[in-house]
């Protein structure tokens, strides 16, 4: 499967973009909830509900923007309830949204905290090698690349509830 890799290397980049595509294969759309129990190093929850299913995450995340560990390991819901609880602020909400993009990767897009003054839209494409990121070719829609942007990461956005680059 193009873009994704099982070796607990995360390989992704980043963009900004103003709505939800509208003419690609849509493959699946959720709910998410994370929230972050350290930021330095990175030590997140997540719970995400698709189809009226929800399964818990405790990630773990290494340092690096384009490149970095991550390491994951499913909860039960009752630990992902006792974690939320050491949690220090609220939970992001992000409305989820992977569509299929005509070379074969996956574009994972999120309506971060819809509705608050502080909403974005974000996406992700994934790959299984750094070559096969620096060569990846955006469309247009992906009008800012914000991968290298160490400021630009959802535990940052958590810490602070500030939009990204409202320029």
């Not at 070379?103 to 839209?121: K, T």
Request: glycine residues 6%.
């Amino acid at each position: 499967m193009q873009g994704v890799n099982t070796s607990g290397v995360e390989i992704e980049r980043k963009f900004l973009l103003n709505a939800f595509p509208e003419d690609l294969p849509l493959l699946e759309e959720s709910t998410v909830y994370q929230g972050y129990l350290c930021t330095d190093p990175v030590v997140r929850i997540r719970s995400k509900e698709k189809d009226g299913q929800q399964k818990f995450v405790l990630c773990f995340k290494g340092q690096g923007t384009l490149m970095r560990r991550e390491i994951e390991m499913e909860l039960t819901k009752s630990q992902f309830s006792q974690l939320s609880e050491l949690l220090k602020a609220p939970m992001i909400r992000k409305d989820f949204r992977v569509y299929l993009l005509p070379d074969g990767h996956r574009l994972e897009c999120s309506m971060v905290d819809r509705g608050s003054p502080s909403e974005f839209l974000y996406a992700e494409v994934e790959f299984a090698s750094l070559e096969e990121a620096k060569a990846f070719e955006p469309p247009a829609f992906l009008y800012r690349d914000v991968t290298e942007f160490p400021g630009f990461s959802m535990s940052r956005y958590w810490e602070t509830r500030k939009r990204p680059f409202t320029d």
